[in-house]
């Protein structure tokens, strides 16, 4: 028998009706096709109430019976879901070269979708700008009623302080002082008026990935994001670990190499310094002022500061040596890195995501699978699957928006029992066809 949740703690008689009804709410939306026979189990409750709690999810307008998976043997139980329109959510991600803003229903589909350059060396001010530009436009082409828009969740990369809303640094050339302890989420809520949260970048991919990508099929996983930073995010038993500081899964920031460059966090040959896609597009440059000869330098046109990654992974599918050398030395110190995480935490999967793996997948998986094989104990070893993220470069914003979606139940919930009269299905005519959940459309890769 499955364990109770406890949140609902084991006195349910004791609790109130309409907390125990969103409680409910919120194990349907865990997304975990729970039929009324499940919840029954799951949290002590008896059949009988659990029914009437669900019609009374049902009657509010907030839960669906999803359709029934046909069998052999008998009728199946009915899964429940949160119906998917029963409010809107806008996630955002701040990236160091693309902003993402999408808006989506409560059950993670996308409505609309805007990919916007970021232009970081612009400063923080007209990035912003920017940015909310963008979300008014996304809103506007939506067609979603203003008012069934539930919140918004903002990704940003660096060092995040979750609980007060705030960006505490953003380690990239030049942008030190413009990024240090601004209070985004609140920058936020006074333009949009809505309840926002702000998020580290990488928690908010691998949350996107527990709910609509690999991370569905198994509790225990590493997301590993490698883009101009790395980070890491971990989900043990089902639940994302975030440390008793809240800083957990800098993965960058681990020593690979004592005598390495320095790194932004002040130490020297940080995995970041040495592998990012920053590390990875510097080396190549240096090694070309040197005199190296290489592919890289026509595909750049001559011009070093053209240097990208795909640039880069361009030239190694080439063959060219130069190219292939520096995303091999990146990906043998990931895999080292990887070895020693595998060693302690035993995740099932491994799932690579961020510009680096988005961009060169094929060139990196060898070195991992050998290297990671090679240092960690064999047990361990054995138990992992390294699979590429099949979600793109909108999970961040998607994460983002599946994390505010369970802050909003609670105000969902609330409004509905309060007005059930202005119940309504959201003005979606004239709306654009509807996208499908990334996941159900991509698988990713096993490496
Ligand atoms: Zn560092």
Redesign the pocket.
Known sequence: MPAKVSRLGNDHGSEKPDQRDLAILRLIHSGSNYSRLDLARKTGLSPALITSIVRNLIGLKLVNEAPAVSSLVGRKPIPLEVRADAGYLIGVDIGSFYSHVVIADMKGQVIRREQIETGIPDGRVRVLQRVFDCVHQTIAASKVNREAILGMGVAHSGVIDTEKGLVLSFPRPGQMAQWKNVPLQAIFEDEFHLPCLLEDSVRTMATAERHFGLGREVDDFLFIEVGMGIGAAIFVEGKLYRGGGGKAGEF??ITVDENGPL?????NG?L??VASCAAIIQAGRLAIERGVDSRIRELARGDLSRISIEVIAQAAAENDSLAYRVLQEAATYIARGLADLVNLLNPRQIIFGGALFRTAPQLLSDPLRRIIRQRSLEKSANDVQLRISPLGAEAGALGAARMIAVRALADLHRRAVSHPEQIAAPDLTDAPSRGDTPAESARGRLI
């Open positions: 960058g920031h790194c932004s966090c002040g130490n940080c970041e310094s």
